[in-house]
């Protein structure tokens, strides 16, 4: 652990609600930028910063570091920020979680184990939905107690890897480092509810628009993707929680059809039927150019045709808006 927190996990929403568009996004990266160069984009609201020099070239601690962010993201840009700040990256996302819009939460050294043992054991970074229920069965509900269990204990019931992994997270050691420029290889987008939605139609609804956005950046800007990130959040008992989940793409693509059934069946592997969510992203990951990326032939008259529309959908799409072609499922 480090002596001082000194990673920000900044939340970004505009005045009034909602995330911000991709050119206030890209501003909001670039005043970062200013105060450091180790700044990791997590779009489409999100980013980690280590501020490790910063606090010392501005002789400020991590509140007051946070503060002077706001301001000038407020000022600039007309965003507000909710910043979690800790020692580490798992701990700042975590703080960045509890905090609210124009607020600064902070994980002070040694104050860890008490921040984290109250918190169920699916709050836990890399602890999913079915990881959780393992752990729950044998009484590990919290991650004070994960904390507490002999490390051969939860090999034993995790994997000696994943074991190792979630003792040291439910310990707060995160080995992580904030990654420069991480956003050159993946983009995201989200969608929100105004409220608690409990119908998994309009989930799928949500998704499907995701995929369909995201598929359109991606061929419009000549790349294809080698895996997607579903995430949801959710309301449970101790407030709102977030799971996340990826997967790797049969072959790397930017084909819409491909993209949606693969993100239906990592929602599908949440089992959330009954789940009241507030918010889905969707993040698709190892960009590269499609011109170097390999199709599979399938001689499959239906895919072919499906291909055939989606680029006219396309040409469409360029000449009228975003928003002239959609799914029939979404037109309602």
Known sequence: MNDRPAVLCLRFCRIGGGLPDSAAYEGLLAL??????VVEAAPPGAALAD??????????????LASVIRVRAL?????????????????????ARQATAGTTFVVAPGEHAGFLASKPAAALDGVGAATARTLCGYGLDSIGRIAAAPLATLQRITGVRTGRELWERANGIDRTRVVPNAAARSIAAERSFPRDELDPEQHRRALLSLTEELGARLRGDGQVCRSLAVSVRYADRTGYATL?????????TAHSVALTSLAYRIQDSFALQRAR???????????HDAERAAHQLTFDPVDERARRIEAVS???????????????RLAA
């Open 51 to 64: 501020v490790g020099g910063a606090l010392r070239y501005f002789g400020q601690d991590a509140a007051g």
């Open 75 to 95: 000022a600039l840009h007309g965003v507000d920020c909710a910043i979690g700040a800790a020692s580490n990256p798992m701990l700042a996302r975590m703080a």
């Open 32 to 37: 970062l930028g200013a105060f450091t160069p």
């Open 277 to 287: 969510v507030r918010g889905i992203g969707l993040r698709a990951e190892g960009l």
């Open 314 to 328: 396309d040409r469409l799409r360029a000449r009228f808006g975003p928003g002239a072609v959609k799914p029939g």
């Open 244 to 252: 996340t989940r990826s997967r790797t793409l049969a072959e790397p």
